[in-house]
């Protein structure tokens, strides 16, 4: 049986995945703010640090796999966003890294999300700031300041997830990922029902924004996306590399029915 981290374990899609993947016998890790095996705040650096290092300890230098989920979004401060969203999640990836190398034939799935493609107005020069940050956020926090409240949550949720997609996407065919034989992909959900999901609802912003929608299947439950997840990290998807698997009952393709795929000239 194999042994997994997941990040965001107590509740939603994290803590749905963790029972399927403990339902077959498989050892789960679990961080998260709350009950779990790494109790930490992932918005500080020195709780990034204590999870890094506490998982290391119990899973003795080596992981299977590991679910890169947690996550906050509106109406959530900015600031708050841009540390869990994207700095949290790549501080995880690069210090769980060396136990992911030690399985030999890890796979790793990163939580993204379709606002990445269906959030209009969200400034390129945000993502590369957060890409190029190197642990500092003043810049795209200054950024953020030319966005009215509470909309400037909206860009930073949008902005983060498509940093942290963008920086899978490179790590993942790098010599220290598929190299060391560690699979990485990205997972977009659209609207699932979380506690996430609801406090953006309740909102007198977002809800309105949240229910107009388009989800031409409906929404999806996080058991619906941990079977996804699951699937993610079974030998199966060996052949995944850089993926972005958009599961978001049919949102995206509604908005951006024929931007992608997307040819490119060559010169």
């Not at 997830?161 to 790098?174: E, G, L, Y």
């Not at 079974?234 to 795929?261: E, H, L, M, Y």
Request: glycine share 10%.
């Amino acid at each position: 049986m194999a042994t997994y981290a997941i990040s965001g374990s107590a509740s939603g899609i994290g803590a749905s995945t963790r029972a399927r993947l403990e339902a077959t016998g498989h050892t789960v890790i679990g961080i998260d703010r709350r009950q779990q095996e790494v109790t930490c705040d992932l918005s500080t650096e020195e709780g990034c640090r204590r999870a890094i290092g506490q998982t290391l300890e119990l899973c003795h230098g080596k992981l299977d796999g590991l679910l890169s989920g947690a996550g906050v979004g509106p109406p959530t401060s900015a600031g708050s966003i841009l540390r869990i969203n994207y700095l949290a999640s790549m501080r995880l990836l690069e210090g769980l890294r060396p136990a992911l190398e030690a399985s030999g034939e890890a796979q790793v799935v990163q939580i993204g999300s379709n606002s990445t493609t269906v959030t209009p107005n969200v400034p390129d020069d945000l993502v590369d700031a957060l890409l190029n940050c190197d642990g500092d956020l003043d810049e795209a926090i200054e950024m953020l300041a030319a966005f009215e409240k509470p909309i400037d949550t909206s860009i930073a949720y949008a902005a983060t997830k498509t940093a942290i997609t963008r920086w899978c996407r490179r790590a993942s065919v790098s010599p220290e990922w598929v190299g060391a034989g560690i699979r990485l992909n990205v997972i977009a959900p659209g609207a699932v029902q979380t506690p996430l999901l609801e406090a953006t609802e309740n909102d007198e912003t977002f809800g309105p924004l949240m229910r107009g929608l388009p989800i031409p299947a409906g929404r999806a439950t996080p058991d619906q996306i941990a079977d996804w997840i699951v699937f993610m990290l079974s030998p199966a998807a060996r052949c995944a590399v850089g993926s972005v698997v958009f599961v978001d009952g049919g949102s995206d393709a509604t908005i951006r029915t024929n931007d992608w795929p997307r040819s490119f000239t060559f010169t």
